[in-house]
T-cell receptor, first 110, second 114 residues
Framework: GQQVMQIPQYQHVQEGEDFTTYCNSS?????IQWYKQRPGGHPVFLIQ?????EVKKQKRLTFQFGEAKKNSSLHITATQTTDVGTYFC??????????FGQGTRLTINP | DGGITQSPKYLFRKEGQNVTLSCEQN?????MYWYRQDPGQGLRLIYY???????QKGDIAEGYSVSREKKESFPLTVTSAQKNPTAFYLC?????????????FGPGTRLTVL
């Protein structure tokens, strides 16, 4: 089945530093979704990428989908304490299943 | 206010007991899902249902059972056959039947087996 590797598993930064998490697949993806889960909370949908090379921005967050549609990244510019949480990518497996990456847990030193 | 509700938020159970976790949605979504999340881990699919009175096993269905008698409700029973049930359980729904659609999650139930 579809597997997706997400790195790094943990990332600790100083407030104001940038942060990037990567999602990699050995096979071509139809699309990729990103979710954020705050500590003690539930995952919340951030965005979906569909097109090869697609780049989408949400304020300080930049999402990219690779040209070969086998990888994706989420970049946060100038992190703030509100960015703390775990970021998950999720990819489609077949017609009916969504497979989540292991997540990247972001902690921030204020 | 539309959304997904899960109850209870915290649940304690003695070993050998069955327990049922509630999930209700008023989003009029077709499909509903149950995931399990262990500390520091991603989400693993337990069961999903695309329409009323129908459901399919996910990746880790052993020791769990579900029902979908109403569109808005998808309760999950954790049976005594589940070897390691302590986890965070998340219910989700999608507007259409495709699991690859955007998932809307409930607040979760944290189950601890004593």
């Amino acid at each position: 089945g579809q597997q997706v590797m997400q790195i790094p598993q943990y990332q600790h930064v100083q407030e104001g530093e940038d942060f990037t998490t990567y999602c990699n697949s050995s096979t071509t993806l139809s699309n990729i979704q990103w979710y954020k889960q705050r500590p003690g909370g539930h995952p919340v949908f951030l965005i979906q990428l569909v097109k090869s090379g697609e780049v989408k921005k949400q304020k300080r967050l930049t999402f990219q989908f690779g040209e070969a549609k086998k990888n994706s990244s989420l970049h946060i510019t100038a992190t703030q304490t509100t960015d703390v949480g775990t970021y998950f990518c999720a990819v489609r497996q077949g017609a009916q299943k969504l497979v989540f990456g292991q997540g990247t847990r972001l902690t921030i030193n204020p | 206010d539309g959304g997904i509700t899960q109850s209870p938020k915290y649940l304690f159970r003695k070993e050998g007991q069955n327990v049922t976790l509630s999930c209700e949605q008023n989003l009029n979504h077709d499909a509903m899902y149950w995931y399990r999340q262990d500390p520091g881990q991603g989400l693993r699919l337990i069961y999903y249902s695309q329409i009323v009175n129908d459901f399919q096993k996910g990746d880790i269905a052993e020791g769990y059972s579900v029902s979908r008698e109403k569109k808005e409700s998808f309760p999950l029973t954790v049976t005594s056959a589940q070897k390691n049930p302590t986890a965070f359980y998340l219910c989700a729904s999608t507007e259409g039947p495709g699991l690859a659609d955007t998932q809307y999650f409930g607040p979760g139930t944290r189950l601890t087996v004593l």
